[in-house]
């Protein structure tokens, strides 16, 4: 197993570029279970969790090739329409096969996803769409079994949440489906938008992308015709890094980004006393003499992502003042807490809303343990203005998620080395 080392106090300075977003590539790739023809896309990142999806592609009958930052799906020979516990286990976006092999084939076997230990994120919302546009479902076994004998058919789906990976699985089982599906509530976030998009240069009619209620026109079964792509940029690596800016107090500029989908990010840096400038494709984060708290809520974009409340936890250990956040998306996401106290963070708890007392003390490294993948940033983060060493143990988190960390810090100043335990 990997560690990460981390020698704190550093200053960063310079450029650093942004990957494409994991949660975007994941939905894009399963969505080209509905084409007929070879898909290239490219920015795309090179992260575990992105070749962990492409394994079971390759499981299900289809094959692939990277070059660069391209990869090259082809699924035209997809048989096998199970996807087994060994993959699916890993990583929770492994449910998103479950729309395009049950609109194609009419029949699946998906196992009960894994993946990061933040709460419960039951995929009911999912099962409940596909049955309302005709699929029999059950769970055996720990495998949902999903047939729909006579295809989907479209429907109406209403939401009672918003559920971004319910919004994607059921817009692609929606593309092949036979009528129009009606989505009400539907999630808004710029991944959602992306995969509406590319299905709709494949030729499914969708009206509203980008608004909470889609109308997917559905094809009765035919394949698609996909074109090449590129993902768009992972506002959560932009996010993180901005914060690495912050909590370092340095000036940094972060390239390959769209700084519309980073406005709430944006807005609360400018709230802690941060000047962020802006242009077509990157922001610059700018230092302060001073860094003010802040009161974060969670919720769906375009508000604040939950994604990055573990970042902004350890820029606001460095505030001059008390901070809170407010967790309203996921009930167990503050496991990062005990870490961050290890590293001599003040941080109270109260249900779903964190207490962060600033510049109470000197944060000062330690041996420390991610618990899931943006817990771990948040220790990154620390281990960056901390005094002295500070070793980040069960790093296949991070992995998870961000393309080459410790190369890209190092880039930019950070003193930071990978190790085997």
């Avoid at 939905?27 to 007929?36: E, G, M, N, Y």
């Avoid at 996807?83 to 194609?104: C, F």
């Avoid at 729909?148 to 319910?166: C, H, R, S, Y």
């Avoid at 779903?352 to 600033?358: D, F, L, M, P």
């Amino acid at each position: 197993m990997e560690y990460l080392k981390i020698i704190g106090q550093n200053p960063l300075q310079g450029e650093v570029s942004i990957s494409g977003a994991k949660n975007a590539a994941l939905p894009l790739i399963a969505s080209t279970i509905l084409a007929k023809n070879e898909v290239n896309i490219c920015n795309m990142p090179d992260v575990v969790d992105i070749n962990t999806l492409l394994k079971l592609i390759d499981k299900l009958g289809g094959s692939f090739s990277k070059t660069a930052e391209c990869i090259k799906i082809d699924t035209s020979k997809l048989h096998n329409t199970t996807a087994t516990y060994d993959i699916v286990k890993t990583m929770r976006a492994s449910i998103l096969v479950l729309g395009p092999i049950l609109a194609r084939f009419g029949h699946c076997e998906v196992s009960l996803p894994g993946g990061c230990a933040i709460g419960q994120r039951p995929v009911d919302l999912h099962l409940k769409a596909l049955e309302a546009m005709g699929a029999n479902i059950e769970i055996k076994h720990g495998y949902i079994e999903a047939t729909a004998p006579n295809g989907l058919k479209g429907a109406k789906i209403v939401f009672d949440k918003v559920t971004v990976g319910g919004t994607e699985n059921t817009v692609m089982a929606a593309a092949l489906a036979d009528g129009i599906t009606t989505i009400i509530n539907a999630a808004k976030e710029p991944e959602v938008v992306q995969l509406c998009e590319v299905i709709a240069n494949a030729g499914v009619k969708i009206e509203g992308i980008g608004t909470s209620k889609l109308l997917i026109h559905g094809t009765n079964k035919q394949l698609l015709e996909f074109k090449d792509f590129d993902v768009i940029p992972d506002r959560i690596e932009a996010g993180t890094y901005m914060c690495a800016a912050a909590i370092s107090n340095c000036k940094l500029k972060i390239n390959k980004v769209i700084p519309l989908h980073l406005e709430a990010i944006i807005s609360k840096l400018e709230e802690m006393n941060f000047e962020v400038l802006q242009d077509e494709n990157s922001v610059t984060i700018m230092p302060t003499d001073e860094i003010k708290p802040v009161n974060i809520v969670t919720t769906e974009y375009p508000g604040f992502p939950t994604d990055m409340q573990a970042q902004f936890m350890a820029l606001a250990t460095q505030a001059n003042g008390t901070s809170t956040i407010d967790e309203r998306l996921f009930e167990n996401r503050f496991m990062h807490v005990s870490e961050l106290l290890r590293l001599g963070a003040d941080i109270h708890l109260n249900g779903n809303i964190a207490t962060i007392n600033g510049q109470t003390g000197q944060l000062n490294g330690t041996d420390v343990m991610a618990t899931d993948l943006r817990a771990s940033s948040a220790l990154v983060l620390c281990a960056l203005v901390a005094k002295g060493e500070t070793s980040i143990h069960r790093i296949y988190h991070l992995d998870r998620g961000y393309e080459d960390l410790e190369g890209k810090l190092s880039k930019i100043g950070a003193t930071v080395s990978r190790h085997k335990e």
